[in-house]
């Protein structure tokens, strides 16, 4: 495993034959700033995974924006943007997104989470609009591709690129994803609620020995029976999932606003000490197989 800081100072990207993850958010619900939060960071969702020459985006909330203008200071125009759904904390970022502000940029917006109720176009056009926003997505310059698929269906975006994905248990619908390439895998499954009494199976044949396992990790166990029903599960419950899936590197991901950097020290001293091979995700890392 090899963590490195990637945007703040580094100049140098890693080598084209990398396969690797960038956290520029891992906040949920929503963005909280101060100095209680700057170790772990206070960006909700956005992860960007690299797949040789090719970046790839998951999800938009508020490190999309730092994440927009590190991709235009690389002189990148093709880019893909998988969104796990479309709940405020992972799309807000969208608008914010310089990529799509430039002419030269084609970008193609990826999600499956819809169930057929509306299109990924209609549900960004409904995040652009008045009275919540005052511009439309019609404001975009870049060629905008809109990419409707169903939780379930294995993508191939690129050449050489698989991307597998499962339906999550959360409100209005969620969708995870397993992004593989050059014979190995990450996956990356936010926003879901474990289902007590058993393992989420779409979760395991998802994650099976994954080599980077990114999980929701929002509340502890003791926490979360006064959260039941809000969508979103536990670092214990990633472990669990983690070991039965015989899963690599586990990583507990969007972080509850409410857990300052003293509370997640501590979440990764306990989550050490049952798993060593995991972590707790932090804004800025970068994390390889």
């Known amino acids: 495993m090899v963590r490195l800081n990637p945007w703040r100072g580094q100049k140098k990207e890693p080598t084209p034959d990398n396969f690797?993850?960038?956290?520029?958010?891992?906040?949920?619900?929503?963005?909280?700033?101060?100095?209680?939060?700057q170790r772990y960071g206070g960006n909700t969702s956005c992860?960007?995974?690299?797949?040789?020459?090719?970046?790839?985006?998951?999800?938009?909330?508020?490190?999309?924006?730092?994440l927009g203008d590190y991709i235009v200071s690389q002189g990148q125009s093709d880019i893909d943007v998988f969104l796990t759904h479309s709940h405020i904390d992972h799309v807000v970022g969208l608008p914010f997104f310089s990529p799509l502000f430039r002419e030269d940029t084609t970008c193609r917006i990826w999600s499956g989470h819809l169930d057929g109720d509306m299109g990924t176009h209609e549900a960004i056009g409904g995040l652009?609009?008045?009275?919540?926003?005052?511009?439309?997505?019609?404001?975009f310059r870049a060629?905008?591709?809109?990419?409707?698929?169903?939780?379930?269906?294995?993508?191939?975006?690129?050449?050489?690129?698989v991307?597998?994905?499962?339906?999550?248990?959360?409100?209005?619908?969620?969708v995870g994803y397993r992004v593989e390439y050059g014979g190995k895998s990450i996956a990356y499954v936010t926003d879901t609620e474990h289902r007590e009494g058993g393992l989420d199976q779409a979760i395991l044949g998802l994650i099976d020995k994954a080599d980077i396992f990114i999980y929701d990790a929002t509340y502890t166990d003791e926490e979360?029976?006064?959260s039941r029903g809000y969508g979103h599960s536990?670092?214990?419950?990633?472990?669990?999932?983690?070991?039965?899936?015989s899963a690599g590197l586990y990583v507990a991901f969007h972080h509850d606003p409410s857990h300052d950097?003293?509370?997640?020290?501590?979440?990764?001293?306990?989550?050490?000490a049952v798993r060593p091979n995991s972590v707790v995700a932090k804004e800025g890392e970068t994390l390889t197989p």
């Open 143 to 161: 060629k905008v591709e809109y990419m409707d698929f169903e939780a379930g269906d294995t993508l191939e975006p690129h050449s050489g690129i």
């Open 261 to 272: 950097d003293d509370f997640m020290d501590q979440v990764a001293r306990d989550l050490s």
């Open 163 to 174: 991307i597998r994905t499962a339906p999550l248990n959360h409100p209005n619908g969620a």
């Open 128 to 139: 652009m609009n008045a009275p919540l926003f005052p511009v439309a997505p019609e404001i």
């Open 224 to 226: 979360y029976p006064a």
């Open 20 to 37: 690797f993850v960038k956290f520029w958010g891992v906040r949920g619900s929503i963005a909280c700033a101060g100095p209680e939060v």
């Open 234 to 245: 536990t670092w214990q419950e990633g472990v669990r999932l983690a070991d039965a899936a």
């Open 47 to 66: 992860l960007e995974i690299m797949c040789g020459e090719r970046r790839l985006v998951f999800d938009g909330g508020t490190g999309l924006r730092y």
